[in-house]
């Protein structure tokens, strides 16, 4: 799995960091009716956005 | 990484008043089984029952509401007797790496006037000490419930896992195990994510015309791409269900392509059947000849005398049948042959003695007719006799053949039975349409990707062109970067989820091989496991075929041994291995499966535990596991009743 994420980041030109990050959240959450992580991940978004300009 | 019970604690718990059982983890890795023995009835399902009330409520146990009631009588009877308002409790703890966590659920027997109630009281998670919130989300998150049989089962529960469909939850049950859901979950929310920042971008380029233009096309452009993404996908799934098909027919072609060989083969058979037949009539009719006219050869001495007989006395009859011809000549010519003439009284003497021969004349006849006889019996002597011998050896020979023949057609008539000219043109016709159906699924996934590819290049223009017009405007250019990243993020993501699928069926296919080539009793005739799409399971058979357990009619013994191949194997391949806790396992089943299943338990990655009866686990299972056993509990009675029993290290 973390082989295939390093992958799919390179090959979609995003960080793998991001990728393993989101996957992460919505583990933590995966349990929950409602989730709620747009706004999360949103920021997430925002912060790598800042980031590599 | 390993989830393991540490302890179980019960209090007022149906047999069990006040209960601690613990399993000790300090042991060496090679030891993975823990069994608690316990005679029928001396609380074994009772246990099981508690660790599922405490994880999942009532419900995991009632899972009809209307039978909740019932959950009243849990409470321990001894107890309720002091105290009928009493508290039932079970605390379990669980060990993951160096967390521990213990659930604990208690609940308050309730009596108004004659009702009898209960209410839960405490239902709560403890972390490493640490009391936390979401307690169900947490057990969720430990075991899921909807994976509960995968975890804790008897073994007749887990032969639904080799049926020919699963259900929605079992399929749901299964990918959690996976951890396939949270990246489903992911591709929606970056979805969601990406609508936001686009009407984000629509409200702040209003005012800009080009800038606007442009994002309206790459919405238009991203919309088209999803729509036909998600034609596609709908697309390829069609195409799996109509390969499923094609290869159904296609089996059943081959199948009837046999039958065609040999219903050929039936057709030349009959013709020789028949054939066989009539000579088979033609040398019976000899043999009943010859037996008719057996008499013949055997008189065929007797027959001979007689014929000489009469040829001795036609001789006689034509001799004086001569003589009285040459008497008449010499009565006409008046002189005898040496010339002398002929007397008065020589002429008297003649005529009388012909006249003795005229009245012989019925001689003549005499004479023709033994003539007649004599030539019918002479023939009748000539005739071969017949080697009987030989022809009832020709007869018998033909008789096996004819016998031979019938069974080759019978055997081959079994072999066809279900199929008839027509119905295998049918298949045939199915078959080619089925192909003509695939081509054209091919086709439109091969037209749809072409599109997505042309969709994609566009879209690729058209960020770049909206990348440059954004730069113009600082929020803009942000809102930009953040579609960017969005749309990375849900191809990532949505790449990630297809790989996740395949690879765990693959790795799941491999280890439920593994272990189905172990267990099975028939490891001569298997291959492997199948994982299908929808995770139900198909038998690699030797011949390279792969069929249905249904199909080739799987013993309840069979699908049990196979279903548990595949829990065990999707516990392994999840990673998670949770504990796997049988009840009287596998008992039912014969005795090559039971050992074959009990003895692979040692190789499996997961804490076992065993609660069986002496009969479960026979004296040479348990030699065979002995190495592998961490503790041995027993279950046993203080006295007579039934309401006290105790758990104790053997």
């Known amino acids: ?53 | 990484m390993q989830i393991k019970l540490k302890s179980i604690h019960f209090q007022n718990w149906k047999c069990f008043q006040d209960q601690v059982i613990n399993f000790n983890l300090d042991t060496v890795v090679t030891k993975n089984i823990w069994v608690v023995f316990g005679d029928n009835g001396y609380g074994k399902t009772s246990l099981l029952q508690g660790i599922l009330w405490c994880l999942y409520g009532v419900k995991a146990i009632f899972p009809d509401t209307r039978q909740q009631p019932k959950f009243v009588t849990f409470f321990n009877s001894i107890a309720v007797k002091e105290n009928p308002s009493l508290e039932m409790s079970v605390i379990l703890t669980f060990k993951q790496g160096e967390e521990l966590y213990r659930i604990t659920r208690v609940v308050k027997r309730l009596v108004r006037g004659n009702n009898v109630n209960f209410k839960q009281t405490t239902f709560s998670f403890n972390k490493s000490g640490k009391e936390k919130p979401d307690t169900k989300e947490n057990i969720e998150s430990l075991l899921p419930e909807s994976c509960k049989e995968l975890f804790f089962f008897d073994g007749k529960k887990i032969e639904e896992y080799a049926k020919l469909t699963h259900s929605k939850e079992t399929r749901n049950a299964i990918e959690q195990v996976l951890g396939i859901p949270e990246i489903r979950n992911l591709i929606d929310d970056t979805k969601k994510v990406r609508k936001e920042i686009e009407q984000e971008f629509d409200n702040i380029s209003s005012t800009k015309n080009e800038l606007k233009k442009v994002s309206q096309e790459l919405n238009e452009i991203k919309d088209n791409i999803s729509i036909k993404e998600a034609t596609k996908n709908q697309t390829l799934q069609d195409l799996q269900q109509e390969r499923i098909i094609l290869n159904a027919l296609d089996k059943e072609a081959r199948q009837s392509d046999e039958a065609q060989s040999k219903f050929d083969e039936i057709n030349k058979l009959e013709k020789t059947e028949s054939i066989v037949i009539k000579d088979l009539e033609q040398i019976s009719e000899k043999i009943k000849t010859s037996f008719r006219k057996a008499p013949i050869y055997l008189l065929s001495g007797l027959v001979r005398e007689i014929a000489d007989e009469i040829h001795t006395k036609t001789l006689i009859n034509n001799k004086q049948l001569a003589d009285t011809s040459l008497l008449e000549k010499l009565i006409i010519n008046d002189e005898c042959v040496c010339g002398r003439c002929i007397d008065t009284e020589v002429r008297q003497y003649l005529e009388e003695q012909l006249e003795k021969a005229k009245n012989s004349r019925h001689l003549y006849k005499q004479a023709v007719d033994n003539q007649k006889l004599h030539t019918e019996l002479s023939m009748l002597c000539r005739t071969p006799s017949p080697d009987l011998e030989l022809l009832l050896l020709r007869r018998d020979r033909l008789e096996e053949d004819l016998t031979e023949t019938e069974q080759a057609i019978k055997k081959l008539k079994q072999d066809t039975d279900g199929f008839d000219r027509d119905s295998i043109k049918k298949i045939w016709q199915k078959l080619y349409q089925q192909e003509n159906a695939l081509k054209q699924k091919q086709d439109q996934i091969d037209r749809l990707e072409r599109d997505i590819e042309e969709l994609e290049e566009e879209q690729s223009k058209l960020q770049k062109q909206r990348k440059k017009l954004a730069s113009q405007n600082k929020e803009a250019a942000n809102l930009s970067r953040q579609s960017d990243i969005a749309d990375r993020l849900y191809q990532a993501a949505d790449e990630l989820v297809r790989w996740q699928i395949d690879n765990s069926r693959e790795i799941i296919e491999q280890y439920t091989s593994e272990i189905h080539q172990k267990i099975t009793n028939k490891p001569e005739e298997y291959k492997g496991v199948r994982i299908n799409q929808d995770y139900t399971l198909g038998i690699k058979q030797k011949s390279g075929d792969i069929v249905n357990p249904e199909e080739i009619n799987f013993s309840p013994g069979e699908k049990e041994t196979l279903a548990f191949a595949f829990i065990a194997g999707l516990n392994q391949a999840s990673g998670k291995a949770a504990p796997l806790v049988m009840d009287t396992p596998f008992g039912h089943l014969d005795p090559i499966h039971k050992k074959n299943i009990i003895n692979s338990l040692p190789e499996l990655p997961s804490q076992v535990i065993l609660l069986a009866t002496g009969e479960d686990l026979p004296q040479n299972i348990l030699d065979d596991l002995a190495p592998y056993i961490v503790q041995t509990h027993v279950i046993s009675r203080k006295g007579d009743n039934r309401f006290s029993s105790v758990i104790k290290i053997e």
């Open chain 1, 1 to 53: 799995m973390e082989e295939k994420i390093k992958e799919l980041a390179k090959k979609h030109n995003i960080p793998a960091s991001l990728l393993k990050k989101v996957i992460q959240m919505e583990k933590e959450r995966v349990i929950l009716q409602q989730r709620r992580l747009v706004p999360e991940i949103r920021k997430v978004i925002q912060q790598y956005a800042a980031l590599y300009k």
